[in-house]
């Protein structure tokens, strides 16, 4: 960030808060950017000449005679082909002892898109785990999180999918990221043989929380570019946004804004949706597709952060351990992706959409036959027989280490079905069964 | 001389401006920022500052920047053209903009002013006439669009002149009237109305009599919609309350449907955009498009203008309403609308109410459905606005205040259930929660039994109560076990499923199962119940669900064919077969 020729150097600070501190300036313009002792800050309230300032890396040890330097623009990103295969912080310096990148600046979180440009998603996002493909199927200018416990192995499968998806180019937003994670990424990638089209914004847990707020909008305006002037498919994968909307509760609480729900902002689904609707289609033929990562408490998604979060994105996947086969698998009931009617049917084979809802309608009877034998009651032979297909769908279908072709999940689902249920059972519209049933 | 001032102050969106003259609650201001106008509305004043929400983002603002007041409040611009437009929430016509990207401060007419239509008048020299009278007509798409006297115009008047039939722009004027003062007004066919009053001038607005049919059978059959009512659908993310209305939204029996998309996702609209100039309507055979006025304000979008879109959406509703139209107005979702009031508030330090929204919410929200209904106009015709509303309660618990408030407000209930979507039952409308104040009234009954069939209410009443049975038996035997309850309750249960399965659930993505015509479903019905009338025999309850099963299987794949077609009429005498089985014994 260059400074101005001609700055005013303030060195009054009247108010110093965790996050925040004010003084008194003129001429200062909302949202732009400064330094406070050469911290990084930007500008969040302007009261007649009182000018308060959200300082990123915390306020700590910063004193009333400190130096505050204002430059004139809101936060901004360089942006060239040469983003790629950096590894930058959250205000998009290096951090991988690279030089310096230079390019086009562009103001972070930049204005909308115009809903009547945008195109419809209709290009399948294949990642060969069929608890995704099959029932679950992801389109490119789609977001979509995981909502997964900390436990849970989310870091594992985002980075798999960004490498089996195919995209031109993977950003990858880290928010509050333990280092081992990063570095796991980082290794990941690295040995994918697939650094070239990696960019890396990182906030880690050893760096501010605060900072953690410009790491989406950073990744973002990167993904931006790419998809839009050289139309290539982006897929952003950001983790974890629960520490992100952490990060705003925390400013907000400084700035003595009245909490709504869980403590967090009133604004939080505005906050949330300006990061997720940057995901879209482009007329060009460029895509931006977000997959993110909301970490819950105990699998309560009534918390206003995956809860805000679900009414925004285009769905959400859950990971679940199942016992029965002890390994993770992509839960198919909670589980959703909204775009996948854009492409099943149509990209896929047309028996998918029938397929994919009796397998998940008789998985339900299953699990209401679990339920029964947990209370000790007997079990009827098509309560046994729920249970044997549930054992197999999970082993052979829903499990994350599943790496096949969309129709030979769906030829696997068939023989599944007519392993064990009747036609009858299966209630599928009977053209489609007439062409696939098997016996 | 407008009133003029300047910035003082800046908090997000939240505009403080010293004001140099009188400045009116809800007042219109432009904000420049270096040559750029922002528009800002505003909310609240003290002394000389006026308090503005700005409709845009306020990046790059500074203390100093020059404000115009403008005198005016939000205001809708209302004419012919506006048919098959994408407006944003302030009416912004979406096509018309240039770039890929929403430019700040870049606001786009309405429609063309300078159109040519092609005018009929309807009333004479002499005449004398009302706010919102038809002075004549010209033909927006196949709408016979009447150009009405101007809401505002007050008292009785005199048509002092009115142009012959022939071509004119918008913009020309096409006649003059006279106030009971004598002072004269010329008229062309665009007026002006702010968003957040009423639009009057109706003889008076009756109780909903008659139903609408939307071809969704969860909502005719069981809990239908009227004519001019209201409506809303609460339900936890995931549940398919968009999915809904726009079915809804493709099949309803309306002349216009007003859509406000109000901070829900963009790819939701984009599907509009997409689908909607290609699908046909069913009755008309004319696109789906050709009907529809969509209200676009994403998720993304300034926040302030999403609390204005609905607004917006409602008055365009009221405005072809006044022609005599039948309009269908649907807003997904207003929980966010809600939520954009309390980022407001909050920024204005209100003290807050429950879960931090505004205080006055439910008064708000009541005043906004009430805004629907079934209108009788002054020259004998009739005109409705139908709202049905979706709510997005927070963590799916309807006892927050949005869902709470609305219950109030809105007629019929649709409640969408987490346990049918997860079990993948569509459309997820709980059949026990649900209601339909509508099937209470005794204009609704009267007119059910003369369009449907004699006494179609009380067969509404025998479904529900089958369905209740049903789940009462379900409970008995998940707590029991199969064994352990008699085998009444699983026939009980099992004619539950069979409500469940043929009629409730309808698959929106197939041709003919995606929309049911009411005589349809009278059949469907009339089918189910003459099933679930029959005695049956077993001899063992695993007897029950296979057969159940099978019943179940064929009445599902009756929903796929042509009605009465061959395929249909052949499982119609598979369907008999099967009942002959069981009912011989």
Same mark, same amino acid.
């Given at each position: =960030? ?16 965790? &996050?925040?501190?004010? +003084? ?98 209709s ?12 029932n ?27 490498l ?25 990638f ?37 998809a ?54 482009f007329?060009?033929?460029g895509s ?6 909301t ?26 351990? %199942? ?15 909204r ?5 099943? /049917?149509?990209?896929?084979?047309? #028996? ?18 679990k ?32 790496? +096949? ?35 | ?18 004001? %140099? ?13 270096? /040559? ?13 500052? &006026? ?15 020059t404000v ?7 205001e ?18 979406? %096509? ?55 809401f #505002?115009?007050?008292? &009785? ?31 062309? =066919? ?23 049919e939307t071809?969704v059978r ?9 004519? /001019? /009512?209201?409506?809303f659908?609460?339900?936890?993310f ?18 216009? +449907? ?14 509009? !955009? ?17 009907r529809?006025?969509?209200i ?34 649907? &807003? ?13 508030s ?40 139908? !709202? ?41 409308? %709980? ?5 339909s ?9 009267? $007119? ?18 089958i ?8 409970? $008995?035997?998940h ?13 009980? !249960? ?17 041709p ?30 695993? $007897? ?22 061959e ?19």
């Amino acid at each position: =960030m260059k400074s101005r020729v001609f700055q005013k150097i303030y060195t009054h600070i009247e108010n110093i808060t965790k &996050a925040t501190c004010t +003084i008194a300036a003129d001429g200062i313009t909302n949202e732009e950017m400064a330094f406070v002792a050469g911290r990084p800050a930007q500008v969040v309230k302007i009261i007649g000449n009182r000018v308060t300032l959200q300082i990123f890396p915390g306020t700590r040890g910063i004193p009333t005679d400190a130096e505050v330097v204002f430059l004139g623009t809101p936060p901004v990103l360089k942006v060239s082909d040469d983003l790629k295969g950096r590894f930058f912080n959250a205000y998009g310096s290096p951090i991988d002892n690279g030089p310096a990148v230079d390019g086009e600046e562009r103001e972070i979180g930049g204005p909308s898109v115009n809903p009547v440009r945008r195109m419809q998603p209709s290009e399948l996002i294949a990642t060969g785990i069929a608890g995704i493909d099959l029932n679950n199927t992801i389109v490119s200018g789609q977001k979509i999180p995981f909502f997964a416990d900390p436990d849970q192995p989310f870091n594992q499968v985002m980075a798999e999918v960004a490498l089996r998806a195919k995209a031109d180019i993977i950003i990858l937003g880290g928010m509050g990221m333990s280092n081992d994670d990063y570095l796991y990424y980082k290794n990941t990638f690295e040995n994918a043989g697939a650094l070239g089209r990696i960019i890396s914004f990182m906030n880690t847990t050893e760096n501010p929380p605060v900072e953690r707020l410009l790491v989406p909008d950073m990744c973002l305006t990167a993904a931006e570019y790419f998809a839009l002037d050289s139309s290539a498919r982006v897929l952003v994968l950001l983790s974890d946004m629960t520490l992100y909307a952490d990060a705003l509760s925390i400013v907000s609480n400084r700035m003595d804004q009245i909490p709504s729900k869980d403590s967090m902002p009133g604004s939080l689904y505005s906050d949330l949706a300006k990061i997720y609707e940057k995901a879209a289609q482009f007329p060009g033929g460029g895509s931006i597709t977000i997959i993110a990562v909301t970490t819950l408490s105990g699998g309560d998604i009534t918390h206003a952060i995956p809860d805000n979060t679900g009414y925004i994105t285009e769905g959400q996947l859950y990971l679940r351990r %199942d016992t029965d086969i002890s390994k993770v698998i992509v839960d198919p009931f909670r589980s959703l992706s909204r775009l996948k009617q854009l492409v099943i /049917g149509r990209k896929t084979r047309e #028996d998918h959409p029938h397929l994919m809802n009796a397998c998940v309608r008789l998985y339900a009877d299953a699990a209401g036959a679990k339920t029964k034998l947990e209370n000790g009651f007997d079990l009827t032979d098509y309560d046994r027989r729920t249970l044997d297909f549930a054992r197999e769908y999970s082993r052979e279908l829903l499990a994350i280490d599943i790496n +096949i072709e969309i129709d030979s999940m769906l030829d696997t689902a068939w023989h599944l079905l007519g392993k064990h249920f009747t036609r009858e059972e299966v209630a599928i519209k009977q053209e489609v069964m007439d062409t696939y049933w098997v016996q | 001389m407008s009133t003029h001032g300047r910035v003082v102050g800046i908090v997000a969106n939240l505009v403080t401006i010293e004001a %140099d003259g009188p400045v009116a609650q809800n007042e219109i201001c432009y904000i420049d920022l270096n /040559g750029t106008k922002l528009m800002a509305e505003v909310i609240k004043i003290t002394g000389s500052l &006026a308090y503005a929400q700005v409709f845009e983002s306020t990046r790059g603002l500074y203390v100093g920047c020059t404000v115009e007041f403008t005198g005016r409040m939000l205001e809708v611009t209302l004419g012919p053209g506006m048919l098959s437009k994408s407006y944003d929430g302030l009416q912004n016509d979406l %096509d018309a903009m240039a770039g890929v990207f929403l430019t700040r401060g870049e606001y786009t007419p309405a429609f063309d002013e300078n159109a040519v239509w092609r005018f009929a008048p309807l009333v004479r020299p002499g005449d004398t006439v009302r706010a919102a009278d038809w002075l004549g007509s010209v033909r927006e798409g196949w709408i016979e669009h009447k150009i009405m006297v101007p809401f #505002d115009f007050e008292g &009785a008047g005199t048509v002092v002149s009115v142009v012959p039939m022939g071509d004119y722009r918008a913009c020309d004027t096409i006649a003059v009237i006279a106030d009971a003062g004598g002072g004269e007004r010329s008229l062309n =066919m665009i007026m002006r109305w702010p968003v957040k009053v009423e639009v009057r001038g109706y003889a008076d607005k009756p109780r909903p009599f008659k139903i609408m049919e939307t071809g969704v059978r969860a909502i005719d059959t069981l809990n239908p919609m009227a004519e /001019g /009512g209201t409506g809303f659908i609460p339900g936890p993310f995931g549940c398919g309350k968009t999915v809904l209305q726009h079915a809804i939204s493709k099949y309803a029996e309306a002349d216009l +449907i007003v859509l406000v998309a109000c901070g829900e996702r963009a790819n939701e609209v984009v599907e509009i !955009f997409k689908e909607f100039p290609e699908l046909d309507d069913p009755r008309t055979g004319r696109k789906l498009m050709e009907r529809t006025i969509i209200i676009c304000n994403t998720s993304n979008m300034p926040v302030a203008s999403r609390e204005a879109s609905v607004y917006t959406g409602m008055t365009i509703a009221e405005y072809y309403r006044m022609m005599g139209l039948k309009v269908l107005l649907l &807003a997904d979702s207003t929980s966010r609308w809600a939520q954009a009031l309390r980022e407001m508030s909050n920024r204005m330090e209100e003290l807050p109410g429950p879960d931090a929204f505004p205080m006055d919410l439910p008064a708000i929200i009541a005043n906004f459905y009430s805004r629907a209904g079934f209108v009788n106009l002054n020259n004998g015709t009739t005109g409705s606005i139908t !709202f049905i509303g979706t709510v997005s309660p927070a963590g799916g618990n309807l006892k927050e205040p949005v869902a709470e408030s609305t219950k109030k407000a809105a007629r019929c209930f649709y409640a969408l259930s987490q346990a049918r979507s997860d079990s993948k039952r569509y459309p997820a409308v %709980d059949p026990i929660d649900s209601y339909s104040k509508y099937l209470e009234y005794r204009e609704v009954i009267e $007119q059910l039994d003369t369009t449907v069939e004699p006494g179609w209410v009380n067969k509404v009443v025998q479904l529900k109560d089958i369905l209740l049975r049903g789940k009462e038996a379900r409970d $008995q035997i998940h707590i029991l076990g199969d064994d352990g309850v008699p085998l009444d309750y699983h026939v009980a !249960f099992n004619k539950a499923e069979i409500i469940d399965f043929a009629i409730l659930q309808q698959d929106a993505f197939d041709p003919i199962d995606a929309s049911t015509p009411l005589v349809r479903q009278q059949y469907m019905v009339n089918t189910v119940l003459d099933l679930c009338s029959s005695p049956f025999s077993f001899d063992d309850f695993e $007897q029950v669900g296979a057969y159940f099963k099978h019943l179940i299987n064929i009445l599902r794949q009756m929903n796929y064919q042509e009605f009465m077609s061959e395929r249909f009429k052949a499982l119609e005498t598979e369907l008999a077969a099967a009942l002959s089985e069981r009912r011989a014994r």
